[in-house]
């Protein structure tokens, strides 16, 4: 932005150099050097070298006088330079500032030249251009030696040329010369001020002679408008007279005066700016509060025939805007019920065919009732409005009043609110009101957009059937089958857009087909520019606007920039372009409860209409509720007819989808197919299947009806979170698959593994991962399939993903993680009920548990199967125990409840005893009649009897208690993984003679 105070700085003339001086040192000094050496050495020939002082002497003058021209030419090219810089940059400042002179009062001729372009009807100034001269730009030039250096340069900086000789009409303007030329400059004045200021803002008063053209300005020429702008003229040889009264009876602060005199005294007095005309291109200030007295200027003058161009423009423009007097018939506000054409319920007699449009009153205009035909003038509307202009209470009486004069069996509306509801929610009460979609249930919002698209196919293939063209030549054929026409109102179409991108392809679409197949949009907007784009609006050919705060989006609408004139306070008002004939001004009615409440009751008895898409997925899904979906067509069951889907609403006889392949999983919703399905899942075929959700998510019973689904195909094994159960079923599968599988087809069902997989310690965990990932990879070929659950993949487990073919996510509480399990972003909510969940990139609601036939389970079963018991193996004749604990006395004190066993303490035996016991080996044993013994120690006792330990090793078991894998295996001094042991149950590995472990439990003995 050019700032005119932003002082320039001219260039500095650089200093004159002084001329140079004669060497007079340089001549002496080689003469005496001369002189010293010719003394010294006796030669005459040095003589000769005081010949060069005054050669040198002289050179060196010459050469700085070139140095100086030479340095003075570039000092006078670099001040050149600069100097042409500084008019640059001056000449750019002039261009900016001009420009903006010119775009704060555009001149008369410019206004006759692009009329469209200079309406202002925003602000209340006064200010006028009466010609173009010279005035002070305001721009400072600074530095320079001397303050008259660069004169020439400081007066063009300080000159703006060209510029509008500016004045206030406010406060009085005086043309003094001959009427011609001051009615020709007085002319400009006019149409400048009737540019910038709005026709229900100002009055106009003019003479009756030579002023008839004004007559088709907008602008009031009664008495209604407090401010006024009065043209006065001197007749000759007499004082100034108008229609009005001269300058000093004009209201101070309201009053506009122009006034035209032959010579200066004829004037009235109290004008502030006084002009005389000396010829057609040549006139001078008298007197100016701005411009100096005596500077000359160019006049801008029209003619007649070029203000009548204008004064045409800006009728046509007031009066789409409403602001010409037959605008003020239209009243401010009425009520729909006022209106003479809205009458609830009246249809057309009966024997009489329905009109095939949706005609219907909204409100009043100029020539009384205003009517809207979607059909007829449409198929598709754009309704644009600024904030606060009424575009809701617009679309609340067009859906009323298309509800009064059509049944819900004629038209139904889908209202998509993205405001909250609000404005719509009385609307629902309609028979005719298929649904309201707002933006406060995301999810919601989402399905039944993505249901419009299974929509326009639905009827394509209702007109298909039927043979029917369109809609008009169904109903003709059919009219008690016919559809009815959709019409969808979405209001702030742009914040939609923002929410759901991809919906504007959709409304094109819709847009393209809708006029044949019955279905309507009216699309509401506050910024219609690059909102609607080409392609929906070329087939929206119903445009309404309401107020709206700049010239591009009415003209996007419209065609006419009218709109941007509507006052801000006309709430309600808009201008309707239906056809050719330009926009029509309409104050749209407002619609009460008591009117929607008047139009349900008058269509109570009316059958409810089919809605463009089924209702939400059920919190819970018995398996006899999904039969009974599936055999009254509701939802589809896929594999219950080889792969051909079923549409809901088919009449087609549904076989019983328990015949079907494939384990019932629950039920599917397919919002874009209008549809459930019936979600099964068939393990050989399928894959393996990963189930990932939160805690109650539903993860137990989804594994329970695969499991209940598998068992007439083969075996199926449900594991819960026991660490050995687990770690014993993938050890035995892959046993199983070694020894070359089994030709029955089996299911693993593994519940809860994420919380299995962190109990089993360090060196269990890869170990147990590595059986299972080999297990799905080679799973298949031995007819084994695995189905895993968890609560969440870390770690390590997050390569079960990539080994299982299907995977059901099922709630999780945020939506990272759910993305993390694969979900779809779109499909996340956290407040799925149990059983909720995406299943192929839907919403499923899986099967609820059914009291009766469920699978059991293994880990649960091993409480109630007989497990061995490490003391009980004391109760045999002769038996002997090495017990390695991390508690020697809490297991000798569980031992000792063995009746007649004998139980040695490792620590509390002296070693000669023990060194006894080492040599006589066998003799340990007790008669056959006797219990057996059991010794006792840690870690280090019996790493320090390790002679004991190898003498009795041969002919005892060894049981580990409480110790870990290291203790484990520094006394058995083997390597390999023993199994894992549950923890909090009192369980021992135990290594028998043969090197077999196994597990046991150390528990006292009950008498």
Not at 86 to 103: D, G, I, N
Not at 646 to 661: E, F, I, L, M, W
Not at 677 to 688: H, K, M, N, T
């Amino acid at each position: 932005m050019i700032r005119a105070d932003v002082p320039l700085t001219l260039p500095t003339r650089p200093a004159d150099l002084p001329p140079p001086g004669f060497p007079l040192i340089a001549s002496v000094a080689p003469l005496a050097a001369a002189g010293a050496i010719w003394l010294i050495t006796g030669s005459a020939f040095v003589l000769i070298f005081a010949v060069l002082g005054p050669v040198i002497a002289v050179a060196g003058m010459l050469d700085a006088r070139r140095t100086g021209r030479r340095t003075r030419r570039t000092n006078a090219l670099d001040q050149g330079q600069a100097l042409a810089t500084l008019r640059a940059e001056v000449a750019l400042r002039h261009e900016e500032l001009l420009r903006a002179h010119w775009r704060r009062t555009p001149s008369a001729n410019s206004i006759v030249a692009a009329p469209h372009a200079a309406i202002r009807w925003t602000g209340s100034g006064a200010d006028v251009s009466l010609g173009s001269g010279a005035v002070p730009s305001g721009l400072r030039l600074d530095g320079g030696a001397a303050p008259d250096e660069h004169r020439d340069v400081r007066d063009w900086a300080a000159t703006l040329t060209e510029a509008p000789i500016d004045a206030d009409a406010g406060g009085g303007i005086g043309i003094v010369g001959p009427l011609s030329l001051g009615q020709a400059l007085a002319r400009g004045l006019l149409v400048q001020l009737a540019c910038s200021l709005a026709p229900d803002q100002v009055g106009l008063t003019v003479p009756d002679r030579g002023w008839e053209w004004a007559v088709a300005l907008p602008h009031d020429t009664g008495q209604s408008c407090a401010r006024r702008l009065v043209i006065c003229q001197a007749p000759s040889g007499g004082a100034p007279k108008s229609g009005g009264a001269p300058l000093g009876g004009a209201p101070k602060g309201s009053g506009l005066v122009v006034a035209l005199a032959g010579t200066l005294a004829e004037l009235p007095w109290g004008c502030d700016t006084i002009v005389r005309l000396q010829g057609p291109g040549r006139a001078e200030v008298l007197r100016s509060s701005v411009h100096a007295c005596g500077s000359g200027f160019r006049p801008e003058l029209i003619t007649v025939e070029q203000a009548i161009v204008v004064a045409r423009v800006l009728s046509a423009r007031a009066s789409a805007a409403g602001l010409v007097q037959n605008a003020r018939r239209v009243p401010a506000s009425v009520a729909l019920g006022e209106l003479s054409g809205f009458q609830p319920g009246y249809r057309a007699p009966h024997g009489q065919p329905q009109s095939p449009n949706l005609r219907c009153v909204i409100g009043v205009g100029e020539a009384g009732e205003v009517s809207l035909d979607l059909v007829g003038a449409g198929p598709h509307a754009v309704v644009g409005g600024t904030t606060g202009s009424g575009k809701s209470e617009l679309l609340v009486t067009w859906v009323a009043a298309m509800a009064a004069v059509a049944g819900p069996d004629e038209v139904t509306f889908l209202l998509v609110d993205f405001k909250g509801g609000a404005a719509f929610a009385p609307l629902c009460a309609l028979p005719h009101c298929v649904g309201l979609i707002t933006d406060l249930d995301v999810h919601q919002a989402a399905r039944a957009l993505a249901s419009l698209a299974a929509e326009l196919r639905y009827r394509e293939r209702v007109l298909g059937r039927a043979g029917a063209r369109d809609i008009v030549d169904l109903r003709r054929q059919d009219a008690g089958g016919a559809l009815p026409r959709l019409v969808i109102v979405v209001d702030e179409f742009a914040t939609m857009l923002t929410a759901f991108p991809d919906l504007h392809a959709l409304f094109v679409d819709i847009a393209a087909r809708g006029r044949s197949l019955g279905v309507h949009l009216i699309l509401c907007t506050q910024r219609p520019t690059g909102v609607v784009r080409d392609a929906l609006l070329a087939n929206c050919t119903l445009r309404v606007s309401l107020r709206v705060n700049n010239r591009a989006d009415s003209v996007a609408v419209l065609g006419t920039d009218a709109a941007a004139a509507l006052g801000a306070d006309q709430a309600g008002r808009c201008l309707i372009a239906a056809d050719s004939s330009g926009p029509v001004l309409c104050q749209v009615a407002t619609t009460s409860p008591r009117e929607i409440r008047s139009l349900a009751v008058a269509d109570a008895d009316a059958p409810n209409p089919r809605r463009p898409w089924l209702d939400l997925l059920p919190q819970t899904v018995s398996r006899e509720d999904l039969l009974a979906l599936v055999a009254g067509g509701t939802a589809a069951d896929e594999s219950a007819f080889g792969g051909a889907a079923v549409a809901a609403g088919h009449d087609r006889a549904v076989p019983d989808a328990r015949a079907a392949p494939g384990g019932l999983l629950g039920l599917l919703d397919e919002p874009e197919l209008q549809r459930y399905r019936v979600a099964r899942y068939e393990p050989i075929a399928e894959g393996s299947l990963l189930v990932i959700g939160g805690p109650r998510s539903g993860k137990s019973t989804a594994l329970a009806s695969v499991a209940a689904g598998f068992a007439p195909v083969g075996d199926a094994v449900l594991l819960g979170a026991d660490v050995e159960a687990v770690w014993d079923c993938l050890v035995k599968a892959r046993q199983c698959l070694d020894a070359g599988g089994s030709p029955a087809a089996r299911l693993l069902l593994l519940d809860d593994f994420d919380s299995v997989h962190a109990r089993w310690d360090q060196e269990h965990r890869p170990a147990a991962l590595e059986l299972l990932a080999g297990l799905l990879r080679d799973g298949a070929e031995g007819g084994l399939r695995i189905v895993i659950a968890a609560q969440r993949l870390t770690g390590s487990l997050q390569s079960l993903p990539a080994l299982c073919q299907r995977r059901l996510v099922l709630r999780l509480p945020d939506v990272a993680e759910h993305v993390a399990a694969g979900g779809v972003a779109a499909l996340f909510d956290d407040r799925l009920p149990p059983g909720g969940g995406s299943w192929q990139d839907h919403r499923i609601q899986l099967l609820a548990p059914e009291q009766s036939g469920a699978i059991p389970d293994v880990a649960a079963q091993r409480d109630i199967e007989p497990r061995t018991d490490a003391a009980a193996l004391l109760g045999r004749p002769g038996q002997t125990l090495l017990v390695v604990s991390d508690s020697p006395s809490r297991s000798a004190a569980v031992l000792g409840t063995v009746p007649g066993a004998r139980v040695v303490d490792l620590a509390a035996v002296s070693h000669g005893e023990l060194a006894e016991a080492a040599q006589a080996g066998a003799s340990l044993r007790l008669s056959e009649s006797q219990s057996g013994t059991a010794f006792v120690g840690d870690v280090d006792a019996w790493q320090a009897q390790w002679s004991l330990l190898g003498a009795l090793r041969p002919h005892a078991d060894l049981v580990f208690d409480g110790c870990s894998l290291a203790d484990y295996r520094a006394i058995s001094r083997r390597r390999d993984l023993p199994p894992p042991l549950a923890p909090n149950r009192g369980r021992v590995w135990v290594l028998r003679p043969d090197g077999a472990v196994h597990r046991a439990t150390l528990r006292a003995q009950v008498v």
